[in-house]
């Protein structure tokens, strides 16, 4: 109701208390036009003050240019909770898949973008699937979908979708087979991580034609994160431009 938090030179203005979904819709929607919303989903091991500040961040750098809404599920947010995060993912998807619905049946608005980071887009292509299997091809539409270092087994997001189908819009994934937190996950699950792909593999490249998908390795831009597994938060405006137009393999230009 006011006031503001800085952190790290960046500050949050708390301007209103939303309590109800109408509420929420309502305070997107009244700003100038167009009227586009980029729905963040964060990953594993990130709280909510966390969450929140990562969001403002990712606006404050132009990696998301929408309203900025966070999608916050309730991560344990430290490392030996992974087996935890990865049911509370599940858990939150309904929620998740009611706001995608709330945010493209709202005819104030006009473009729906979600960046998911990490475990965020395991919940994230989990919500497109249940959407799809429920009969709501018209929302999965409307949406762009950006997966950035998605921890995601492979096979599990094959299985994901061939239910899904291609899509409408091109899924964009950001992959860096140096990814040490994924090099991780992959070894405590015994299966290879979506986010870790190699681009210069034929099976790859043919199978993100056939869905739609555009896969781009960012292995190359500079990270200050020793996990490699944040470089999506650096992003320079030229690679977020070309990521957005992004139809293909492709390998990201420093920026």
């Known amino acids: 109701m006011g006031g503001s938090e800085t952190v790290s030179g960046l500050a949050v203005e708390r301007q209103a208390i939303i309590t ?15 009227r586009k919303v980029s729905v963040f989903v964060h990953g594993f091991n990130l709280n909510f ?26 991560s344990e947010a430290r490392l030996q909770g992974y087996l935890h995060d990865r049911d509370a993912v599940l858990v939150s998807r309904d929620a998740l898949v009611q706001l995608l ?13 979600i960046l998911a980071h990490s475990m965020g ?13 429920t009969g709501r ?17 492979t096979d599990v997001f094959a299985a994901q979708m061939a239910v899904i189908g291609p899509m409408r819009r091109p899924v964009k994934i950001l992959v860096a087979p140096d990814d040490r937190a994924l090099m991780l996950s992959g070894r405590l699950s015994g299966d290879a991580r979506l986010g870790a792909l190699d681009v210069t593999d034929r ?23 020793g996990l490699r597994h944040a470089r999506y938060s650096g ?12 139809n293909c393999v492709k390998q990201a230009p420093l920026s």
Do not use: H
């Not at 619905?101 to 973008?113: A, G, K, Q």
């Not at 405006?237 to 070309?242: D, E, I, K, L, W």
């Open 49 to 74: 003050p966390e969450a929140v500040m990562r969001t403002a961040q990712l606006s404050a750098d132009d990696v998301i240019d929408g309203y900025p809404v966070l999608f916050a599920w309730p």
């Open 203 to 225: 099976r790859v490249r043919d199978n993100s034609a056939k869905y739609n998908i555009a896969i781009v390795d960012i292995s190359e831009l500079p990270t200050t994160d």
């Open 235 to 246: 992003l320079g405006r030229t690679t977020v431009t070309m990521v957005n137009s992004a």
């Open 137 to 153: 091809g018209d929302v999965l539409d409307q949406l762009s979908v950006t997966l950035a270092g998605p921890d995601i087994d």
């Open 121 to 133: 887009a395991f919940l994230t292509v989990e919500a497109m699937r249940q959407l799809r299997l």
């Open 101 to 113: 619905i709330d945010l493209v049946e709202d005819r104030r608005l006009n473009e729906v973008d």
């Open 20 to 34: 109800s979904r109408r509420a929420l819709l309502d305070q997107i929607a009244d700003r100038p036009v167009p």
